[in-house]
């Protein structure tokens, strides 16, 4: 179940990234007219909430909700991630992942991911960007 379960965060760590980096540096700024947060700053919300959904749901360490902003670029977004996504592989890693508490934890950590990954491809949309084919 492990090994499973380690795939499928290579795989969503994967695409997440590959999203991101579809957009150009010069439009990290970008957001759609009625979006809250512009592309950066929803990747920014996404690596938050993995570290938020990591410590609270998979550890079991209460942390508050105080994301901190992200003043950077493309690269800053892209090292933010890359860090974020290899601190939830070591806690997968370190955890057996047989528990009911764990799995539940991990699949909510990647269903957030999911959710605001969705939302970043529709950004790439419409911005006139093809998002990257999502891979298995």
């Not at 179940?1 to 990290?28: G, H, I, N, S």
């Not at 759609?32 to 959904?53: C, D, K, R, T, V």
């Not at 959710?115 to 970043?120: D, N």
């Amino acid at each position: 179940m492990k090994k499973q379960l380690l795939e499928t965060l290579y795989r969503a760590r994967d695409y997440t990234l590959a999203v991101a980096e579809a957009m150009p540096e010069k439009d990290y700024t970008f957001k759609p007219e009625g979006a809250s947060w512009n592309f950066a700053e929803l990747f920014n919300h996404i690596g938050y909430g993995i570290q938020w959904w990591q410590s609270n749901y998979l550890l079991g360490k209460e942390r508050e909700w105080q994301p901190v902003a992200l003043n950077g670029g493309k690269k800053d977004v892209l090292d933010y991630l890359a860090k974020v996504f290899q601190d939830l592989e070591e806690t997968c890693q370190s955890l057996s992942l047989s528990e009911e508490v764990e799995q539940m934890g991990f699949h909510a950590t990647l269903d957030h991911v999911t959710h605001h990954r969705g939302q970043a491809a529709v950004y790439l949309r419409c911005h006139g960007t093809t998002p990257p084919e999502y891979f298995y």
